[in-house]
């Protein structure tokens, strides 16, 4: 079982407002992702990292943000929270050695703008 | 763009058949990876493939590789209703860091 928390699990929020979905794992995983998943099932990847003070956009362009002043901690904000945001969020942290990675995933967040 | 791309995107079968579900993929990578995802909750890591092996067996599960094509199969022998999930692949577009994964299967398997 990884060790790997999202919250909050769900969040309705109302337009314009800024909001940090939280991700942490205690495995002590280098690489951290985040995804965003639409009802129809395909994840995009938003942003990444590879250790501590290195963030990377994804192929998905996006609004978001992310930090990772720790291992443990991937935060995600968003600053304006739109409708066009809602949508499932998806973190994972990342194992193994050299090129091979097998990620871990959290519950999720789903996220509902009104 | 993503990088895998699941075939066919939904698969219904009755219970004690076999399921195959096929990726392909556009770059060069070092690994492929199939995940498993239940009612839209966290995805499970089932399987990965390196590069340079062509088939790889996990109970009921076997992956096949074929670089040339820039495709993969996953294979579940003997379905259960229990397998009934959607099925991701993911590669790394041949970085050490992204994983990148496709639209996914949704398998419906039939008691």
């Known amino acids: 079982e990884a060790d790997i928390y999202q919250t909050p699990r769900y969040l309705v929020i109302g337009t314009g407002k800024k909001i940090t979905l939280e991700c942490s794992q205690t495995?002590?995983?280098?690489?951290m992702y985040w995804y965003q998943q639409d009802p129809g099932m395909e994840l995009h990847l938003i942003h990444y990292s590879y250790g501590v003070n290195s963030t990377e956009k994804g192929d998905l362009s996006s609004e978001s943000t992310v930090s990772r002043i720790r291992t443990e901690h991937f935060p995600l904000t968003l600053e304006s929270a739109r409708p066009s945001h809602t949508s499932q969020y998806l973190c994972?942290?990342?194992?193994?050695?050299?090129?091979?990675?097998?990620?871990?995933f959290g519950q999720g967040t789903r996220l509902t703008v009104v | 763009s993503q990088q895998g791309e699941e075939d066919p995107q939904a698969l219904s079968i009755q219970e004690g058949e076999n399921a195959t579900m096929n990726c392909s993929y556009k770059t060069s990578i070092n690994n492929l990876q199939w995940y498993r995802q239940n009612s839209g909750r966290g995805l499970v890591h089932l399987i990965l493939i390196r590069s340079n092996e062509r088939e790889k067996h996990s109970g009921r599960l076997r992956v096949t590789l074929d670089t040339s094509k820039k495709s993969s199969s996953l294979l579940i022998t003997a379905s259960r209703a229990a397998d009934t999930a959607s099925y991701f692949c993911a590669t790394d577009g041949g970085s050490n860091y992204k994983l990148t994964f496709g639209k996914g299967t949704l398998l419906t398997v039939n008691p």
């Open positions: 994972a942290s990342g194992a193994g050695t050299g090129r091979h990675t097998e990620a871990f």
């Open positions: 495995m002590g995983h280098d690489k």
